[in-house]
């Protein structure tokens, strides 16, 4: 035990004199360059239709304006995915993380057509020139990235948003283009009532001011608009990263972006991960595709 002592203590002082006597070791070990805009964490409210919607912002180190990714969770939102967007910020980029009304202590009514309006918000908050100051961002370099229901709004909000410079989905559900089908298999009531009991099984306590019923209503009202494959005009000119697991999502997802490269995309980029829809034993992978797929922003 001595000995362990005696050594330990022989190496902490080298450690110690190596430190010392080469500065520029020392000062990339233990300090950032002096002057340089640290990484940070901000959290805010975003304004969305008199309601503020609890947010957070991972600020990328550098003063230079960052990219930015808008990461949009899914339905009810268990998987927040925040490791991507500590991995996101680590590669250079600013990270906005929210919740939409009336989930996860948002005040609010949540529902599928508010959440479009949330993403819409979070985007305009994001384009002020203050808060891009204030964050470091650059609002011309937004990109929006997805998981389930989060995929969902990221075809929704991009659709309508030529400004967005790529999407990326995430086992993204296309909830609309799944109602239709049951609606094509019987009955308007037959759909709704049979995507009310699926939407109630993901769990809806996170949420507030709805009912699985109203939220299947939400999307028979919206069924050919907000279907995947109404928005592969608006999207067929933009990078799109579509990523698949073992959730059984896989089949809808590859049809969009069969349909994306069919409509002229030459920028569709695909993967399947063997995992489930947390993607729960595939974090690394999952994380070093989209830092991949990212790093072609830059």
Same mark, same amino acid.
């Given at each position: 035990m001595k000995v362990c002592a005696t050594t330990f203590t022989w190496f902490a002082?080298?450690?110690?004199?190596? #430190?010392?006597?080469? $500065? +520029?070791?020392g000062d990339g070990l233990l300090s950032k360059p002096e002057g340089a805009a640290k990484a940070s964490m901000e959290s805010m409210q975003i304004p969305s239709h008199g309601s503020l919607m609890n947010a957070l912002v991972y600020v990328a180190a550098g003063a230079e304006p960052h990219p930015v990714v808008i990461l949009l969770h899914g339905f009810p939102g268990n998987e927040r995915n925040l490791d991507l967007a500590q991995d996101m910020r680590r590669a250079g980029w600013d990270v906005l993380y929210f919740n939409y009304r009336g989930s996860w202590g948002t005040p609010g009514d949540f529902s599928? +057509?508010?959440g479009i309006e949330d993403v819409a918000a979070a985007i305009a908050y994001l384009r002020? $020139?203050?808060? +891009?100051?204030?964050?470091? #961002?650059? $609002?011309?370099r937004i990109v929006l990235v997805g998981h389930s229901m989060g995929g969902f709004m990221t075809v929704q909000a991009a659709a309508v948003d030529p400004a967005i410079k790529g999407i990326a989905m995430i086992s993204a559900a296309d909830m609309a283009g799944t109602f239709a089908q049951m609606q094509a298999e019987g009955s308007r009531a037959d759909a709704v009532k049979n995507m009310g009991a699926a939407l109630a099984k993901e769990g809806m306590a996170p949420l507030a001011g709805c009912t699985p019923e109203g939220l299947a209503t939400d999307l028979a009202d919206h069924a050919t608009a907000w279907a995947f494959r109404s928005r592969v005009g608006a999207l067929k000119d933009r990078p799109a990263f579509v990523i698949t697991s073992d959730d059984g999502l896989a089949p809808a997802d590859n049809a969009f972006a069969a349909a994306l490269r069919q409509a002229g995309d030459k920028q569709v980029t695909t993967l399947h991960l063997p995992t489930d829809h947390s993607y729960s034993d595939q974090r690394t992978e999952l994380s070093h595709a989209v830092l991949q797929w990212l790093a072609t922003f830059k």
């Open positions: 002082a080298c450690l110690l004199l190596c #430190l010392t006597v080469s $500065p +520029a070791h599928f +057509a508010h002020q $020139p203050e808060n +891009a100051r204030r964050l470091r #961002l650059d $609002p011309s």
